[in-house]
Structure formats: structure tokens, C-alpha cells
């Protein structure tokens, strides 16, 4: 195991690292998927790591690999050695047979001690949270171009992803809804047209079909101008408050400890077949530009629970066009990793005497299916591919050319170099482990939810806009999460999915009236 000068990521040492390490030496399928996405197919950008660090994966990955190399080495090392003893008459037949059996059994049970020993030293669980090892193997292969690159694309700013979803790596759409709402100014007086109800501030109950305003004949109220704002002003102001409201203001029993507020750009990653790295081409002032290789920025509040084995992630975005304000609402959940990893919890603390006569029994009980699977498997991974397989020139489909002359065998190719999928979502469940998760992931989303809508409503207010609309949309937008989630809180175990999608428009008769503070 190596160290290293620099003090590791946050998200290093929590309990979701440690078991995705512990999964590569546990199942071999997914440790050959960790070093295909963040070693083989390194041309590809490392996805965004929500509660949890790339890197000591990959190095577990690598030296998982590196005992399984290590004792096919031997094993055919020791062959060759014993073939040619009794090619040459130095061994008769029978010796030659007890030797390579013993070889056989050396070598699968040293291997299976020194991945034992890792499991219960270095990935055991932690007593305490900020006591988890976060160094991790050294290997010739992870070296520090390989470390710097996916410390620095994981935690970027900018998400350069592949494929058609933008937001790679948070795991699945649990709910979703856009809004969009007319930026009128506040009346400066409150009108009361044809006797109607006023609220206690003087705010007429708008009609179902149009707003008094739209009366013929009716004399035009006079409205306040609304103070300029742009999407990044109202920005600011959410990624302030929600950090405020969850983190700062509360006592520390209330406060959301795993929360983070942050500002990322989504863009595809999209080059030449020659060119080295994506080039992102949006100018500086630029927002939601409507182009293929166009990057759109989202303000992304992650919650991580449960020792960040469960992440809710909130995506909002807001972009205005003419009078109208538009918002993006998308809510991903990361759902526990797969169960079969936490085996390394129920390991035992050390290996004695006893566990070693286990071994040493089971290695031989298991030696011939594991001696053919150590054969079989490696001309397996060295067979040839079809041409041109795992490779840039198969990661993105070229289009039809259907053009008279054949043009298109002369234009340049372009790949698709973003970011498929992370390492934490390869190993995520497909149920829940625990009730109490689902429905963590249900609270988390209506906290963040409610927290925004009273955020922007207030941000509106301030800039002097007409809110009943925007009252009449939040209730709507509540009413409608509180009738969905009663239908998915009930009924055992679910599934990690969509959670629905909706739309809502500005039909609804409900409203409040907010005072001045």
C-alpha cells in the first residue's frame, strides 16, 4: 500500500469508496469493467464520482488483476519447467504430475491468503468514518499522468459526457419537471374589476381562462418594472439559500451533513479522430446555446446518505427567453451498491491457524474448475477482436452517407470521447437493501424541492414580479409530488426508476399572498 503527500479527496475514505475497492477483488467482472473504463478506454473522459474517488478503485482493480497475473505466471512457468524435466528424463511421469499439482494448489492458495489479507486490513470497515485507509496499492501501470487525469476530469466543472444523457454518473431519473412562467411586474395598486373577493392585501383571485387584465374594456393596471435579472443572478441565489437554509442556519442535529451546491456545465465531448481532448466552442457569455456541441450549466445540490452509498442528486437549471422564466427540474438517484459487495464486512478481523486449514481444504476441493478457469480465461482475453473493437473508431456511429459521390469516405471522423457511465454506477443495485433508503430518497427530493420553490418565489418578489403565478405553479407542482409518492411509498421493495415526468402549466386558480418582509 502507498500514501501520498497530498491530503486524499473527501470522498476517498467514505464507505462507498471502500466497498467499490472491495468489490474488484470480489467479483472479476466487474474489476475487468473498472480497468476498461478508466484504463483501457483512457481516450474516454472519467464521469463525474458522486461520493466516491476513481482512483483508489482503479489501483485496487489493477492489483487484484496483478495476483491473478502473477499466479498464471507461475503456474506456467512451473509447467514449462516440469515439461521439459520430464521431457528430458528427469522426472518420470507420476513425479511430474505430483509436482504440478502441488504447484497448482501453491499458487491458487497463496493467491486466495493475499486476497483475503488485503479484504480484512485494508477494506475492513472502519470504526470511525474518518478513520478509513486511504491509500492504496501501488502499481506500475496507475501511474501519476493516469492518477492526475482522473482526479481532474472527476471532479471537473465542466461534465463532458457521451451517449444521449447528460447527467452520467448520478445514477437513474427518480423525478422530473419543468415550469415555465410569465415575468410581469407587480401591480402598484390593487384593482377590485366587476366586485370581485379581494385576498387581505387587496389580491384579486385571478380567473381560471385570463387574468382581469385581459378584460376588453377594462382599464389597464398599472404595473411596477421589474428589476433586470439574467438565469445566472437567480442562479447565485438558489446555490447561496440552499446552502444557508440546509447547512448553515439550522443547529447541527437538523443541518444536511453530506450536501453540496455546485455549478456544472454539460457538454458533448465530441472530437476528430486526430485531436487530443474535446474543445469546448461556447463563447464566455453564453447560456443554453442551441447547438450540438453546445454546453448547458446546471446548478447540481448532491445529498450523500447512508455513508454516501445512497446519493440523491438535484439538477435545476433556468434559462429566459423573452418574458418568460423556464425551469429544469431533474432529480437522479444512485441506489446502494450491490449487496454481494459488502461481504467484506462479515469477513473475519484476522487470519489464524484455523482459517488457513479452511483454505487450504477448500483450494483443494475447487482446484480443477479454478485450474481450468485460469487456463480458459486468459486465451479467452487474447483471441483476436473483430478490427477495429475497442477502439475511438467504434465508440460513436458515423452517419449514412447518402450522398451522390460517396463524400463522406473523405470527411474527417469524429468520436464520441465522453463519459458513458461511472465505475459507481456499474455496481449499483437494482432494488433497494432497506426500506428506510427509498424513502430517504423520497425526503431528500422534496426537501431540495420546496427549499427552491420558496427560494425562487422570494427571488422573484425581490425583483418586483407579479408571484401568483409562480404561487399557483408551486402548489400545483407539490400537489402533484405528494399524490405520486403515495403510490411508490407502499407496496415492499422498488425497483430504482423513473419516478414520473411532468409539465405544468399556469391553469391554477391557487394562490397566496406574500407580504413585504
Excluded at 385570463?210 to 376588453?216: M, R
Excluded at 423513473?498 to 407580504?515: A, D, K, Y
Aim: charged share 25%; proline share 6%.
Amino acid at each position: 500500500m502507498t500514501a501520498h503527500n497530498a491530503p486524499p479527496p473527501p470522498d476517498a475514505t467514505s464507505n462507498a469508496t471502500r466497498l467499490l475497492c472491495a468489490g474488484t477483488y470480489l467479483d472479476p467482472l466487474y474489476r475487468k469493467a473498472v480497468i476498461r473504463e478508466l484504463l483501457t478506454h483512457r481516450y474516454r473522459v472519467v464521469a463525474p464520482s458522486y461520493g466516491y474517488d476513481a482512483v483508489p478503485v482503479l489501483a485496487h482493480a489493477l492489483a487484484a488483476a496483478g495476483l491473478r497475473r502473477q499466479q498464471v505466471l507461475t503456474l506456467a512457468g512451473g509447467a514449462a519447467l516440469i515439461l521439459l524435466g520430464s521431457a528430458t528424463g528427469l522426472l518420470d511421469f507420476l513425479v511430474a504430475w505430483l509436482l504440478f499439482g502441488w504447484l497448482a494448489w501453491t499458487t491458487m492458495f497463496l493467491r486466495r491468503l493475499a486476497v483475503l489479507r488485503m479484504l480484512t486490513r485494508h477494506l475492513a470497515p472502519a470504526e470511525e468514518p474518518s478513520g478509513a485507509d486511504a491509500s492504496y496499492p501501488a502499481c506500475r501501470h496507475l501511474t501519476q499522468r493516469i492518477v492526475r487525469k482522473i482526479s481532474a476530469e472527476q471532479n471537473s466543472d465542466t461534465v463532458y459526457y457521451g451517449g444521449y444523457k447528460p447527467f452520467v454518473g448520478a445514477g437513474q431519473l427518480w423525478r422530473s419537471w419543468s415550469n415555465a412562467e410569465l415575468l410581469i411586474g407587480v401591480p402598484e395598486k390593487p384593482a377590485n374589476p366587476f366586485g370581485q373577493t379581494l385576498f387581505e392585501g387587496g389580491s384579486p383571485l385571478p380567473r381560471q381562462n385570463g387574468s382581469p387584465d385581459d378584460v376588453p374594456g377594462h382599464r389597464e393596471v398599472r404595473r411596477r418594472a421589474i428589476v433586470p435579472f439574467t438565469a445566472a443572478d437567480i442562479t447565485d441565489r438558489v446555490e447561496q439559500q440552499m446552502l444557508e437554509e440546509l447547512k448553515g442556519k439550522p443547529r447541527p442535529a437538523d443541518r444536511v451533513q453530506l450536501l453540496s451546491v455546485e455549478r456544472r456545465r454539460f457538454t458533448k465531448a465530441v472530437r476528430f479522430l486526430d485531436d487530443d481532448e474535446p474543445e469546448e466552442s461556447d463563447g464566455p457569455d453564453e447560456h443554453w446555446r442551441e447547438d450540438y456541441d453546445a454546453g448547458r450549466e446546471y446548478l447540481c445540490v448532491r445529498i450523500g446518505s447512508w455513508q454516501q452509498e445512497l446519493v440523491t442528486t438535484v439538477f435545476v437549471g433556468f434559462d429566459i427567453k423573452g418574458t418568460t422564466l423556464h425551469t429544469e427540474f431533474y432529480t437522479y438517484v444512485l441506489a446502494p451498491i450491490t449487496q454481494s459487495f459488502r461481504l467484506v464486512d462479515r469477513l473475519p478481523e484476522r487470519i489464524d491457524g484455523g482459517l488457513m486449514c479452511r483454505i487450504a481444504w477448500d483450494v483443494v476441493r475447487s482446484a480443477p474448475g479454478e485450474l481450468l478457469g485460469l487456463v480458459l480465461n486468459p486465451l479467452k482475453e487474447r483471441l483476436p477482436r473483430k478490427p477495429g473493437s475497442d477502439t475511438v473508431r467504434v465508440e460513436i456511429t458515423q452517419p449514412t452517407d447518402h450522398s451522390e459521390f460517396g463524400l463522406g469516405r473523405y470527411a474527417h471522423k469524429v468520436v464520441d470521447c465522453g463519459a458513458r457511465a461511472s465505475v459507481r454506477e456499474l455496481a449499483t443495485a437494482n432494488v433497494f437493501h432497506h426500506f428506510f433508503q427509498e424513502s430517504d430518497a423520497h425526503k431528500y427530493t422534496q426537501i431540495v424541492e420546496r427549499h427552491l420553490l420558496q427560494i425562487i418565489g422570494d427571488f422573484l418578489y425581490d425583483h418586483d414580479v407579479d408571484t401568483r403565478e409562480h404561487e399557483a405553479n408551486q402548489t400545483n407542482i407539490l400537489q402533484q409530488n405528494f399524490g405520486a409518492n403515495s403510490n411508490n411509498n407502499f407496496g415492499g421493495n422498488q425497483s430504482v426508476g423513473n419516478r414520473g415526468t411532468q409539465t405544468f402549466g399556469s391553469n391554477s386558480g391557487i394562490t397566496r399572498e406574500r407580504h413585504p418582509a
